[in-house]
């Protein structure tokens, strides 16, 4: 069985990625980065690990790392999956992909000829009820699906202390949003038409963010199948049992499901079986293993196991490039309807004005 060895750069959530790869048959963590010294000891301490640097291109340079990780900060990883690929490297790269659909079709002809993969690391497709509801579908259980019904709800308020949610370029639909924007695009991955809106809170506006904290976008696809998404990140929240943050519902002419986040709990029912609620609970500790449920990890090793059995057949681990790219292109035909007061947007016709191909 190969081992992949791996170099992360970026030690916020790039922590998850340190613990996933050391708890990982598959993987050999070989080298961490981040600008911050004192962030790099934290990490070193915290994990006896002791090869770090605070100079990204160490890690481009070491011919010992098949795979870089990039958890830098939302508007740097266009070009640091730049640089990894023109290292050689393949990368995986936490959510969002890119800021920015600006120069995407260069990234991806970069990684095409590259030969690398890019694997965007959408971590909540890899959540234990995530994973049972995508097994389910892949089964046919649901029948004819009619709707798919995302959110990502949560009092965000902590974040607007962060710098760079201040920077140009941070979104709460970028950063946050994405999470169920990706679901909606993982069952509907066909052409879709976009309308919505959204709006700016004091709140937020206090902060210096102008960035919209509150969003509802409905979504069509060619069959006439009907998404929702739906994101709100400073107001009060509910609390889990009211409201686990990213859910997704699937509704089908044979069945129906629920997969909800924190509460890691599963709902069904299919034709035939009645209502069943499946709890996950004895999973808590795999997926979130630091303090407050900060961090989470499961996800990750997940999903850089899937990974590593792609790379093991020469597959494209996805979502790929080319998908991040689409989901990126999604949120920003969201952003346009939101911008012409709900006006209808198509995916297809933001990918031609970057001259994307579809
Ligand atoms: N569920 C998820 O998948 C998930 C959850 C949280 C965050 N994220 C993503 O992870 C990324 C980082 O978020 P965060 O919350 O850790 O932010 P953070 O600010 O806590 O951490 C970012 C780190 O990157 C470092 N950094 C900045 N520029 C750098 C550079 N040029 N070279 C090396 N290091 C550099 C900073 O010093 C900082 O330690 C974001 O893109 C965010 O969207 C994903």
Same mark, same amino acid.
């Given at each position: 069985?190969?081992?992949?060895?791996?170099?992360?750069?970026?030690?916020?959530?790039?922590?998850?990625?340190?613990?996933?790869?050391?708890?990982?048959?598959?993987?050999?963590?070989?080298?961490?980065?981040?600008?911050?010294?004192?962030?790099?000891?934290?990490?070193?301490?915290?994990?006896?690990?002791?090869?770090?640097?605070?100079?990204?291109?160490?890690?481009?340079?070491?011919?010992?790392?098949?795979?870089?990780?990039?958890?830098?900060?939302?508007?740097?990883?266009?070009?640091?999956?730049?640089?990894?690929?023109?290292?050689?490297?393949?990368?995986?790269?936490?959510?969002?992909?890119?800021?920015?659909?600006?120069?995407?079709?260069?990234?991806?002809?970069?990684?095409?000829?590259?030969?690398?993969?890019?694997?965007?690391?959408?971590?909540?497709?890899?959540?234990?009820?995530?994973?049972?509801?995508?097994?389910?579908?892949?089964?046919?259980?649901?029948?004819?699906?009619?709707?798919?019904?995302?959110?990502?709800?949560?009092?965000?308020?902590?974040?607007?202390?962060?710098?760079?949610?201040?920077?140009?370029?941070?979104?709460?639909?970028?950063?946050?949003?994405?999470? @169920?924007? +990706?679901?909606? #695009?993982?069952?509907?991955?066909? !052409?879709?038409?976009?309308? =919505?809106?959204?709006?700016? %809170?004091? $709140?937020?506006?206090?902060?210096?963010?102008? @960035?919209? +904290?509150?969003? #509802?976008?409905?979504?069509?696809? !060619?069959?006439?199948?009907? =998404?929702?998404?739906?994101? %709100?990140? $400073?107001?009060?929240?509910?609390?889990?049992? @009211?409201?686990?943050?990213?859910?997704?519902?699937?509704?089908?002419?044979?069945?129906?499901?629920?997969?909800?986040?924190?509460?890691? $709990?599963?709902?069904?029912?299919?034709?035939?079986?009645?209502?069943?609620?499946?709890?996950?609970?004895?999973?808590?500790?795999?997926?979130?293993?630091?303090?407050?449920?900060?961090?989470?990890?499961?996800?990750?090793?997940?999903?850089?196991?899937?990974?590593?059995?792609?790379?093991?057949?020469?597959?494209?681990?996805?979502?790929?490039?080319?998908?991040?790219?689409?989901?990126?292109?999604?949120?920003?035909?969201?952003?346009?309807?939101?911008?012409?007061?709900?006006?209808?947007?198509?995916?297809?016709?933001?990918?031609?004005?970057?001259?994307?191909?579809?």
């Amino acid at each position: 069985m190969t081992t992949y060895r791996l170099g992360v750069v970026g030690l916020g959530e790039g922590r998850s990625i340190m613990s996933a790869a050391l708890a990982s048959d598959r993987w050999q963590l070989h080298a961490i980065c981040d600008l911050n010294e004192d962030v790099c000891r934290e990490r070193a301490e915290e994990f006896g690990f002791a090869r770090w640097t605070t100079r990204y291109s160490e890690l481009l340079e070491d011919p010992e790392i098949d795979v870089i990780a990039i958890y830098t900060p939302d508007q740097l990883h266009h070009e640091h999956v730049r640089l990894a690929l023109e290292a050689g490297k393949h990368v995986v790269c936490t959510k969002p992909l890119l800021v920015s659909l600006e120069g995407a079709e260069e990234l991806i002809r970069l990684a095409e000829r590259s030969g690398k993969h890019v694997f965007v690391g959408q971590s909540s497709r890899f959540f234990e009820p995530m994973l049972h509801q995508r097994r389910d579908f892949e089964a046919g259980r649901h029948g004819e699906l009619q709707t798919v019904e995302a959110h990502y709800i949560t009092d965000g308020r902590w974040f607007l202390e962060r710098g760079w949610s201040r920077q140009q370029g941070f979104s709460w639909m970028y950063n946050f949003m994405i999470h @169920a924007a +990706d679901l909606v #695009r993982w069952y509907m991955p066909g !052409e879709l038409e976009v309308t =919505g809106y959204g709006q700016c %809170s004091s $709140t937020s506006r206090d902060y210096g963010v102008e @960035a919209w +904290d509150s969003m #509802r976008f409905v979504v069509r696809d !060619e069959v006439g199948r009907i =998404g929702t998404i739906a994101g %709100s990140y $400073t107001m009060p929240g509910l609390g889990r049992d @009211a409201e686990p943050s990213i859910g997704c519902t699937l509704r089908g002419t044979q069945g129906s499901s629920r997969a909800e986040y924190l509460n890691l $709990t599963y709902h069904t029912h299919f034709s035939g079986e009645g209502k069943r609620r499946q709890d996950f609970a004895d999973k808590h500790g795999y997926y979130f293993r630091f303090e407050g449920e900060s961090h989470h990890a499961g996800e990750y090793q997940n999903y850089i196991e899937y990974f590593a059995q792609c790379l093991d057949r020469g597959a494209a681990p996805l979502p790929d490039i080319r998908e991040g790219v689409t989901t990126i292109a999604l949120l920003e035909a969201m952003r346009r309807s939101a911008d012409r007061g709900g006006e209808r947007v198509r995916v297809s016709e933001v990918l031609k004005d970057y001259g994307i191909d579809g």
